[in-house]
């Protein structure tokens, strides 16, 4: 009876499955993803957006305590106000409308325009407002919403190109203010720019005017929103931006140029304003004391005042030179030279020309000193700048590679100094030389902490008294990469927070959180309890409010929980297990060292948390290969509320299941991969198998991945669905060995599977992509094991390769083979046979496998030429190989079609050489250069490739 029951199960079971469909191409455009998530301050209401890869997207808003739910199809760029009482967002037009005007070609002013959508929380109905282009809450403020009008369409221009929340608008239009609480308008003509204070208390604006509409008056205009007053801070034409208001809202600061409107060089100023004042003045123009001759004040630079408001940052810049109108454009030589002396090579010149020219220097200004003079902090042998204590700091921490630049070339980065600037007199003092790592100042600017990779050591310099501390002498925990297998220095674990009053600075080792005190004075504590080592654990600190910025770039956080962490504080770290590959959290106090209390450890991998700012209330998606992502909340990461249900559809699909395997390499070495079994998995049965890799992915374990036509990687879900097994391995290097490296891990794993019987060891491919398009080439050189194998971007010929162009970086590839990935630690004349030995190219008489080769003509990582080199070896040797060349694509595909086109050829072409299925017509017969665009090739025929 019992056998009975069991079979019975198993033939209802294989019924079950067998009513689910493979995946085909055509789901792709409606699977969906979380897009961004919010809480309102106080933690009563969130929002939501569901994505597809193709289509309209949803907004989802509802309470956390209650019943109350909304759905906006099409919903995007959301935001709460500061009193957690309104919702506004954008709603996109429909994406059908926007394909049907881009086919009609209509002009950007035609084109469908998005609305504004608001709600009133504790309601559901939602005010709309047609053609809105930005939208403003103010930082701190209530019941204000400012948004901006498309112009009106016989008068639009060019569509702005900024991000819409952050854009200065520069396209003018009208602005709407819009009182939420007492439901009143106030439009604003000809806007071109507009801020809050961070309070809400006042709107600063800028007016273009127009020849169209005299009576509307052009200059810069401060509204007091409390007494509804206005103020005129520059009257008349001009361009003007960059609206800073100091920390309490009252004092004001912007450029601006009044320059005839076809005059190419602008002669800009900053100007400021205080409530004492009627106008604005102007602050800073080019030639006052401190700033260069031939210099001025930058028009692309931020600006920001220090969060004490006495002392306003701004960029300075060379002036550009204007065209020479004497000449045209035929009597112009055209060319590019190349000097051994440059900082970069030409192409990364070029590359980064339009930036240069954009790029300012960080100086300074006493805002109320009765004889101002600006400070230069950084200039071209000094560029970059962090500010400390907010601003207040009398220095800044600055730093160069100036004279090593070169070394990029070779090294891949470069070591820099460090030098404190000071804002009163920009004198400077170096205190940090030819430094291999990463510095930051500490949040109060009583540190500098830096990392030093030659040395794998943590050091921290006090400013007060110039001494350096080494932070881990006589420890025996590592905190520079324990598994580094590239040939450069290891890289740091990191650095985590800051403790108020820079009491103590929190870094990484490979599984546990250290508190350092900066100033040496007190013995480091481990603030996991060695938790994490004793149990693989590796823990990170989770930045509950999302806003966490350490680094004090100009301009950074203004409030102290954006900085620091309190001294006894408890805080949550996110947990990773290297043996299950399961993730979690616990919760760790900063002030004790005990063992991390445990919240939630599963098989699934987790978002980073998104925490309510006045409340202890979290949103955070949890998902797994197997369950498709989804948002919950929860006040203790013990319980929690499921808020969203992305791709019910799965369930009509044999998707999957992954499992963590283990084996051991010939060589004696322990490794992990991932084997994704189809759904309805048969262990009677015989399945192919597609190995796919790159580097490490056991990691990943738990990650879900949707079916989509992705860029170069192996579509797993897609091929798994249909029957296939796929198997990801890891992979360690030995230096100056990638290719054996390859063969030591991925075949001894192959071979490992192969033991099972449910493994046709005949049907196995091997699928990758750039490093992995590399080792897909140097693999089938090396045996036949392989029936069938398809290698993107992939590297045929280190020797030809090594002296290379990265186009889409401008950057020489020999420190890609001396420093990092390829790992050859040698220069091509230090060791030739390293470069030979490894490269494909060289063994292709080997080669019996079928290939297929993706290599795009626009690739600004690897070489087209390189996939061209493999190509044309194998064609001449008679073997069956491929090439794709996706005209104008980069590295990894960008255009949607072309992602859609491979990954049907893919299919094709493994399930003919490890299905047995028919061959495409672009196997076999090619498609001539006369059909292209015309004929696919993708029909099935009896012919043989």
Same mark, same amino acid.
């Given at each position: ?763 196995? $491919? /091997?699928?990758?992509? %750039?490093?992995?398009?590399? *080792?897909?080439? &140097?693999?089938? #050189? =090396?045996?036949?094991?392989? !029936? ?15 002296? $290379? /162009?990265?186009?889409? %970086?401008?950057?020489?590839? *020999?420190?890609? &083979?001396?420093? #990092? =990935?390829?790992?050859?630690? !040698? ?119």
């Amino acid at each position: 009876m019992r056998r009975i029951l069991l079979l019975l199960c198993c033939c209802l079971a294989s019924l079950a499955y067998g009513q689910k469909k493979p995946l085909d191409h055509s789901v792709y455009d409606s699977w969906e993803a979380l897009g961004e998530r919010r809480l309102t301050n106080d933690g009563h209401w969130y929002f939501y957006t569901v994505t597809r890869q193709q289509g309209d997207a949803v907004l989802y808003a509802g309470s956390t305590n209650g019943p109350v739910k909304i759905t906006v199809p099409r919903g995007a760029d959301a935001d709460f106000s500061a009193d957690s009482k309104y919702l506004a967002f954008l709603i996109k037009p429909h994406y059908k409308d926007l394909r049907q005007a881009k086919i009609k070609k209509k002009k950007p002013a035609d084109m469908p325009k998005d609305s504004l959508g608001i709600v009133t929380l504790g309601g559901t109905a939602i005010v709309k407002v047609p053609r809105v282009r930005t939208f403003k809450f103010a930082d701190k403020g209530g019941a204000f919403l400012a948004y901006q009008l498309e112009p009106a369409a016989d008068t639009a221009k060019k569509a702005p190109t900024e991000d819409p929340k952050k854009s200065s608008g520069r396209e003018s239009s009208d602005l709407v203010l819009r009182n939420l609480a007492a439901g009143t308008l106030r439009t604003f003509r000809s806007v071109a720019g507009y801020a809050f204070s961070k309070d809400g208390k006042q709107l600063v604006y800028a007016v273009q005017g127009s020849p169209k509409t005299p009576e509307v008056k052009a200059g810069v205009f401060l509204h007091n929103l409390e007494k509804n007053t206005a103020r005129t801070l520059v009257a008349g034409k001009g361009n003007f931006s960059n609206f800073v208001f100091d920390e309490e809202g009252e004092n004001i600061a912007f450029t601006g140029e009044t320059d005839p409107e076809k005059k190419e060089t602008k002669n800009f100023r900053i100007y400021f304003a205080f409530p004492g004042s009627d106008t604005a003045q102007v602050l800073v123009e080019g030639d006052m004391p401190g700033i260069p001759p031939k210099w001025s004040v930058s028009g692309e630079a931020k600006i920001g005042f220090s969060q004490d408001g006495n002392k306003l940052f701004f960029g300075i810049a060379p002036d550009r030179k204007p065209k020479d109108t004497t000449i045209i454009e035929s009597e112009v030589a055209k060319l590019d030279i190349w000097g051994y002396k440059d900082d970069y090579l030409q192409p990364m010149q070029l590359k980064n020309a339009d930036r240069e020219s954009k790029r300012s220097f960080l100086s300074v200004i006493d805002v109320f000193n009765s004889n101002p003079k600006v400070i230069r902090l950084t200039d071209e042998r000094l560029p970059d700048a962090q500010l400390a204590d907010r601003g207040n700091a009398p220095f800044v921490l600055a730093s160069t590679d100036f004279g090593r630049r070169a070394q990029q070339q070779w090294l891949g980065g470069t070591s820099r100094d460090y030098y404190l600037v000071s804002t009163t007199d920009g004198s400077r003092k170096k205190i940090i030389d030819d430094l291999s790592g990463s510095a930051e100042v500490s949040p109060n600017g009583q540190y500098v902490v830096y990392f030093d990779r030659r040395k794998g050591n943590w050091y921290s310099y006090i400013i007060k008294t110039g001494q350096v501390v080494q932070l881990n002498a006589g420890m025996v925990e590592k905190f520079a990469d324990e598994l580094n297998d590239v040939p450069d220095d290891a890289q740091s674990y990191g650095l985590a927070a800051w403790t108020e009053d820079d009491r103590s600075v929190l870094i990484y080792d490979r599984y546990d959180i250290w508190s350092f005190a900066p100033d040496g004075k007190s013995k480091p504590r481990n603030l996991t309890n060695g938790f994490g080592r004793a149990n693989g654990l590796s823990f990170r600190y989770e930045n509950r409010n999302g806003r966490f910025s350490r680094l004090n770039l100009p301009f950074g956080p203004g409030s102290d929980e954006d900085r620091f962490l309190k001294s006894k504080q408890h805080i949550y770290v996110s947990a990773f297990s290297e043996k299950t590959k399961e993730n979690g959290f616990y919760r760790v106090n900063t002030g004790t060292a005990k063992d991390p209390e445990l919240l939630l450890m599963g098989k699934f991998k987790y978002s980073p948390l998104t925490k309510a700012k006045d409340a202890e209330l979290y949103l955070f998606d949890k998902g797994n290969y197997m369950q498709s992502p989804n948002l919950y909340f929860t006040t203790d990461l013990k319980t929690e509320t499921k808020l969203s249900n992305t791709n019910p559809q799965q369930a009509n699909y044999n998707w999957g299941t992954a499992e963590l395997v283990h084996w051991t390499t010939p060589k004696g070495y322990k490794s992990d991969g991932i084997l994704y079994k189809p759904e309805n998995f048969d262990p009677l049965k015989k399945y192919p198998m597609i190995v796919y890799f790159y580097e490490k992915l056991s990691e990943t374990l738990y990650s879900y991945q949707p079916p989509a036509p992705t860029p170069s990687r192996l579509n797993i879900p897609f091929f798994v669905s249909n029957g296939y097994l796929v198997f990801a391995p890891d992979i360690s290097y030995e230096i100056g060995q990638p290719g054996p490296s390859a063969v030591e891990f991925i075949n001894s794993g192959v071979e490992s599977l192969k033991k099972n019987s449910w493994v046709d060891g005949t049907k196995i $491919g /091997i699928q990758g992509q %750039s490093w992995g398009g590399y *080792q897909v080439a &140097y693999l089938i #050189t =090396q045996n036949d094991m392989y !029936a069938a194998a398809w290698a993107g971007a992939p590297v045929a010929n280190m020797t030809s390769a090594y002296g $290379g /162009i990265r186009w889409e %970086s401008g950057m020489n590839r *020999q420190f890609q &083979y001396e420093r #990092t =990935q390829s790992r050859i630690g !040698a220069t091509l004349w230090e060791k030739p046979e390293l470069y030979i030995q490894n490269s494909p190219l060289f063994m292709l008489p080997k080669v019996n496998t079928p290939l297929a080769i993706m290599a795009n003509d626009a690739d600004g990582a690897v070489p087209w030429y390189q996939g061209i080199e493999l190509f044309t070896g194998l064609k001449r040797l008679g073997k069956p190989v491929w090439l794709l060349n996706y005209n104008g694509e980069a590295h990894n595909l960008v255009e949607r079609q072309n992602r859609k086109d491979i990954q049907i050829r893919e299919q094709q072409f493994f399930d003919y050489y490890l299905k047995g299925a028919k061959a495409p017509l672009w196997m076999t017969g090619g498609i001539p250069a006369t059909e292209k665009g015309r004929s696919w090739g993708f029909e099935l025929t009896d012919d043989k490739p």
